[in-house]
């Protein structure tokens, strides 16, 4: 008897450790990351349920107020909205190592792509943008800001 109950202690005890360890899992891409050029920094955050990224730096030449609105946006009345702070990342969902089924804005071409997230190594990311189809794809690797 007290080998089972043993058994069921040991059993309840990894279960919890389970769950914590998804939990970490799932933060891992969160922190501040440089898109592929360096030329902005985006902050990935929990939202709710959901992992989100918003532009919190942009690289402009001097004088280039174009830069900093989202100028070629498909949609004409957004437009004039600023880009610092826009949401660029949303409704990705954790799952089996890979942050998924989220919408990804490029700002430079105007167009929202769906996408997949996935930590190469501890300070890479590899985004993936799909267009339609999952056969029409681009894939982007960003890196980790170093404090």
């Known amino acids: 008897m007290k080998t089972y109950q043993y058994t069921l202690v040991c059993i309840f005890f990894l279960l919890l450790g389970a769950g914590n360890v998804h939990a970490q899992s799932k933060s891992k891409i969160v ?9 902005a920094q985006i902050e990935i955050m929990e ?9 919190i730096w942009i690289q402009r030449e001097e004088g280039d107020l174009e830069a900093f609105t989202d100028t070629v946006n498909s949609d004409s009345s957004l437009r004039e909205r600023p880009l610092m702070g826009l949401t660029i990342l949303e409704g990705l969902k954790y799952k089996d190592g890979i942050w998924s089924d989220g919408k990804i804005y490029d700002p430079k071409s105007g167009i929202t792509y769906t996408c ?5 190594k501890k300070d890479i990311l590899e ?5 339609g189809d999952s056969w029409v794809s681009r894939t982007v690797e960003w890196n980790r800001v170093k404090k």
């Open 47 to 55: 939202n709710n349920d959901e992992m989100i990224g918003k532009l």
């Open 116 to 120: 997949d997230l996935q930590l190469k």
């Open 31 to 39: 922190g501040v990351w440089f898109n592929t050029d360096k030329t």
């Open 127 to 131: 985004i993936k943008g799909y267009l």
